[in-house]
């Protein structure tokens, strides 16, 4: 059973993917259309419409080495009696988290007027947090005797929304350019579930659970409803029904600039997605009490049976489930920002081959679950207008990462594919890595006009 249950917090720990806006090889891609998202201030040279763009990014601090360890030529579970608990939880954080985002680019276009450039488009994104304490490792590794234990670091959200966003950006000199886009942010689903309180008191005569949690959820294709006992219930759902109206308003802003205060040298600095969220959760729900089990005092010989001991574990079980049932508190409005990001980025051409350039970027990305930082160097090959290649490779707040892009063009088409990943691989047959990482993978496709 202890074996079952911390597989299964493994591979949840492990198993979401998220995305982001854009990818920092973008400003080293000569004709890449869409590097205004990427830095606002970039400029496409023709008018174009793009067709679509996919993003998706997963970040996992701990991965499957936290849990699966070799013994020999036999590979074992953190609970096998030869991985000893300072081993197993030496390997895992305080609060073990999973972050990121999706994005889904519907569909954008791009003009030039003057020494302005102008951008129309809409976009579907998503994000999704889960974080588990350390404790509750502890607790199945190491037993329940004569500790306290605080698992309150455990929570579980996401949300959906579609972005409407312009964007403007202008050639100020010849060697300075400015950007920025406004985005109207348009909630559709969010939830969050988070254990405000869980204390847990182990002794030789008895343990006691403090409970609480929180529920807030938006969404206007259900209302949840309540039980005969007042509990909400998901199984009663409302049958007024209001399909596709949005449960949540908000505004965002991306500010970028470009230098090139010498020949062949470029900086790029901007910071995407700054604003967020007004949520309205017309379902929330708060959950509070305490649990004593003293043990099976209550059973005597006669009793200590099958179905004495099963009606022992049922009355327990009851009381939890109980203790853990949400009563409606009053609907609530609460801003949720979304996730920033900051980019620096530096690209130098050689001035004998200019179609070879070097250069690093940086980026941090701001998240209340687990924000990341990561810095590159970079080589990139633009040889022809309708192609361009770029490799890079550097460190970031969960180790080694690395990273290739490519943009390739077709008579009026051009399609471009970045991907990213840390080092140390996956488990084969599945998305699982092996360590703490940060995964991106981009692709899209654009139609000059």
């Not at 081993?87 to 003057?114: A, I, M, T």
């Not at 010849?174 to 406004?182: E, K, N």
């Not at 924000?371 to 160097?377: I, K, S, V």
Request: hydrophobic residues 40%; contains cysteine.
């Amino acid at each position: 059973m202890k074996k079952s249950i911390i597989l299964i917090l493994a591979c949840a720990l492990m198993a979401v993917n998220a995305g982001a806006q854009s990818f920092p090889q973008a400003f080293f891609l000569d004709g890449y259309r869409l590097g205004y998202r990427y830095n606002p201030a970039l400029q496409a040279d023709t008018p174009f419409l793009a067709l679509g763009q996919w993003g998706s990014r997963s970040r996992n601090n701990i991965g499957a080495e936290s849990f699966l360890y070799r013994r020999g030529d036999e590979l074992v579970t953190a609970f096998h009696s030869s991985v000893s608990a300072q081993e197993f939880l030496g390997n895992l954080k305080d609060v073990n988290s999973l972050g990121g985002q999706y994005d889904v680019h519907l569909l954008s276009y791009g003009w030039k007027k003057g020494p302005a450039f102008h951008t129309l488009e809409a976009n579907v994104r998503a994000q999704y947090s889960l974080s588990v304490p350390k404790d509750i490792f502890s607790i199945l590794k190491q037993g329940t005797s004569g500790k306290n234990y605080r698992l309150d670091g455990m929570q579980v959200a996401g949300n959906a929304y579609i972005e409407l966003a312009y964007g403007y950006s202008r050639q100020l000199a010849d060697w300075v350019s400015v950007g920025a886009r406004a985005k109207l942010l348009v909630g559709m689903e969010s939830l969050r579930y988070r254990l405000t309180q869980l204390d847990m008191t182990f002794t030789e005569q008895e343990y006691r659970a403090d409970i609480q949690a929180d529920l807030s959820l938006t969404s206007h294709w259900n209302k949840v409803g309540t039980d005969k006992d007042g509990y909400l219930s998901f199984l009663n759902l409302n049958p007024k029904d209001r399909w596709f109206l949005p449960s949540g308003a908000g505004l965002a802003l991306d500010l970028g600039v470009v230098l090139t205060p010498l020949e062949g040298l470029s900086l790029s600095a901007s910071v995407t997605d700054l604003g967020g969220l007004f949520w309205y959760y017309g379902n929330s729900g708060q959950s509070k009490g305490s649990v004593n089990f003293t043990g099976l005092e209550g059973l005597g010989m006669d009793e200590l049976n099958a179905d004495g001991l099963k009606e022992k574990l049922n009355e327990q079980l009851d009381q939890f489930k109980q203790t853990l049932k949400l009563k409606p508190v009053r609907s609530q409005t609460l801003f949720e920002p979304v996730p920033f990001q900051a980019n620096l980025a530096v690209r130098y051409e050689l001035p004998f081959y200019r179609a070879l350039s070097l250069g690093a970027t940086g980026n941090y990305v701001g998240t209340k679950e687990m924000p990341y930082m990561e810095a590159q160097g970079v080589l990139a090959w633009n040889p022809w207008s309708w192609l361009g290649v770029v490799a890079s490779g550097g460190s970031g707040s969960l180790g080694p990462v690395w990273g290739a892009a490519v943009h390739a063009a077709f008579k009026h088409f051009r399609l471009t594919i970045a991907y990213s990943d840390g080092f140390g691989g996956t488990i084969p047959y599945t998305s699982t890595p092996v360590k703490a990482n940060s995964r991106q993978l981009t692709a899209g496709l654009t139609y000059d006009l």
